[in-house]
C-alpha cells in the first residue's frame, strides 16, 4: 500500500557529505513514521534514524548522532537524510522505512514499509 523509493547513494570520501531522499507513494495518508535503517557487509540491519510524521520528533542511533539529520516535508511525502562527516563504518545499503502504526519507539527495524536501498560506500 505504501512504496518507498531511494536515491541519493553513491561514493564518497570518509568526511564527506551526501543527501539521501526517500520519495513515498500509495495509501501515504496512513504513515505515522518514516525513517532510515542500513546494512553493513556481513552485519545485520540497524536503526539509523526516524522521525514521527505528525508531530516531527526525530531519533538517531548513537553511531550517528551530531552527524545524521533527518527531516521530512509532509506535503510532498518525502523524508530526507543528510550525513555529514561520514566514516568508512558508514558504508551500508542504506534503506528508507515507514511504518503505518507507530509513533514513538522507532528505535529498532521493526518498519513495515522497506525500500529498496541505495548504497552508500565510503572510502578513507
Same mark, same amino acid.
Given at each position: 500500500?505504501?512504496?518507498?523509493?531511494?536515491?541519493?547513494?553513491?561514493?564518497?570520501?570518509?568526511?564527506?557529505? &551526501?543527501? &539521501?531522499?526517500c520519495?513515498?507513494?500509495?495509501?501515504?495518508?496512513?504513515?505515522?513514521?518514516?525513517?532510515?535503517?542500513?546494512?553493513?557487509?556481513?552485519?545485520?540491519?540497524?536503526?539509523?534514524?526516524?522521525?514521527?510524521?505528525?508531530?516531527?520528533?526525530?531519533?538517531?542511533?548513537d553511531?550517528v548522532?551530531?552527524?545524521?539529520?533527518?527531516?521530512?516535508?509532509?506535503?510532498?511525502?518525502?523524508? &530526507?537524510?543528510?550525513?555529514?562527516?561520514?566514516?568508512?563504518?558508514?558504508?551500508?545499503?542504506?534503506y528508507?522505512?515507514?511504518?503505518?502504526?507507530r509513533r514513538?519507539?522507532?528505535?529498532?527495524?521493526?518498519?513495515?514499509?522497506?525500500?529498496?536501498?541505495?548504497?552508500?560506500?565510503?572510502?578513507?
Amino acid at each position: 500500500q505504501v512504496q518507498l523509493v531511494e536515491s541519493g547513494g553513491g561514493l564518497v570520501l570518509a568526511g564527506g557529505s &551526501l543527501k &539521501l531522499s526517500c520519495a513515498a507513494s500509495g495509501r501515504t495518508s496512513s504513515i505515522r513514521a518514516m525513517g532510515w535503517c542500513r546494512q553493513a557487509p556481513g552485519k545485520e540491519r540497524e536503526f539509523v534514524t526516524a522521525i514521527n510524521w505528525i508531530a516531527g520528533y526525530t531519533y538517531s542511533a548513537d553511531s550517528v548522532k551530531g552527524r545524521f539529520t533527518i527531516s521530512r516535508d509532509n506535503a510532498k511525502n518525502l523524508v &530526507l537524510l543528510q550525513m555529514n562527516s561520514l566514516k568508512p563504518e558508514d558504508t551500508a545499503v542504506y534503506y528508507c522505512t515507514a511504518d503505518p502504526r507507530r509513533r514513538r519507539d522507532l528505535n529498532n527495524t521493526d518498519y513495515h514499509y522497506w525500500g529498496q536501498g541505495t548504497q552508500v560506500t565510503v572510502s578513507s
